[in-house]
């Protein structure tokens, strides 16, 4: 019986991280139409990055991190992942 209970709850989790996975890809999908959008439109970039690109090129990614969180309302991740984002575009 408890073998039983093991494999459901195994499976439930399978299932969880393929459903996780597929909404990762569909936010990175929006991510990138948000991205082109912006583009397109000619609206202005936020303020914000200015600053975060002043400190990403001072060496302070941490700082950076702490303020795109602060300001933008990010998760750890996300700011990380904000952060690398700018690096990567100043390439």
């Keep these: 019986m408890e073998y039983i ?8 989790i399978i299932k969880l991280l393929a459903k996780v996975d ?45 303020k795109a969180r602060e300001t933008l309302g990010l998760s750890l991740l996300e700011g990380k992942e904000y952060i690398d984002r700018l690096k990567s575009d100043n390439r």
């Design 5 to 12: 209970l093991i494999i459901i709850a195994f499976l439930f």
């Design 22 to 66: 597929k909404l990762e890809g569909s936010i990175k999908r929006m991510q990138y139409t948000l991205d082109q959008l912006t583009q397109q439109s000619g609206l202005p970039e936020n303020p914000i990055n200015d600053e975060l690109r002043k400190l990403i090129k001072e060496g302070e990614d941490i700082k950076a991190i702490k």
